[in-house]
């Protein structure tokens, strides 16, 4: 089955920037959406189609896709960046929706 | 703006179904589908359904296929999942989300604030 895969976590300084990747067989034909999800919210959509942001996200938030990996930059992480992000895409023949495992990132 | 709200909190013994409400408004309902996502305790993320807003059509995942019956009443907006022959491993946020698409890809945005399930005996 399909599997987008992404680091557990990571830990950044504020102020420093933070890369987080998904890795994924489809990615080069398929869009990249990336979602974040503080510690009991509901999940808020931070980029779609690879590299688009999402209304009302900081600028420092950024995505791109080359190959079978897309990522997710934050540029100067602040505290309020703390929180779980997840990719998500669909496989090659459409069928199945699939989110990564989720990357911890912390900032402090 | 829109926004989706969902029904309250419920505690189902095993064997049992629940049934979670997803009242949409903000938009044209019969614009868009309606996707349901849960996430147990601790874990990620996972895609179980979606319902067409505009003609009823469903689709689910492959391991929800028989447990899982979505609905939707568009003269009050709403969204209704049930999921029967509950077990301990269905505790879980389950959320709705209004499905959106890009070429063949559908995604989500924005989400319900999530209804917790506990499947407990």
């Known amino acids: 089955s399909y599997e987008l895969t992404q680091p557990p976590s990571m830990s950044v300084s504020p102020g420093q920037t933070a890369r987080i990747t998904c890795s994924g067989d489809a990615l080069p034909k398929k869009y990249a959406y990336w979602y974040q999800q503080k510690s009991g919210q509901a999940p808020v959509l931070v980029i779609y189609?690879?590299?688009k942001r999402s209304s009302g996200i900081p600028e420092r938030f950024s995505g791109s896709s080359s190959g079978t990996r897309a990522t997710l930059t934050i540029s100067g992480a602040q505290v309020e960046d703390e929180a779980d992000y997840y990719c998500y895409s669909i496989d090659s023949s459409g069928s199945h929706r699939i989110f990564g495992g989720g990357t911890k990132l912390t900032v402090l | 703006q829109v926004q989706l709200i969902q029904s309250g909190a419920e505690v189902k013994k095993p064997g049992a179904s629940v049934k979670v409400s997803c009242k949409a408004s903000?938009?044209?309902?019969?614009?868009?589908?309606i996707s349901w996502v849960r996430q147990a305790p601790g874990q990620g993320l996972e895609w179980m359904a979606w319902?067409?807003?505009?003609?009823?059509?469903?689709n689910c995942a492959q391991k929800f296929q028989g447990r899982v019956t979505l609905t939707t009443d568009t003269s009050t907006t709403t969204a209704y999942m049930e999921l029967t022959n509950l077990r301990s491993d269905d505790t879980a946020i389950y959320y709705c989300a209004r499905d959106r698409i890009t070429g063949t890809t559908h995604w989500f945005d924005p989400w319900g604030q999530g209804t917790l399930v506990t499947v407990s005996s």
């Open positions: 319902i067409s807003g505009y003609n009823n059509n469903t």
């Open positions: 903000g938009y044209t309902f019969t614009s868009y589908d």
């Open positions: 189609d690879d590299s």
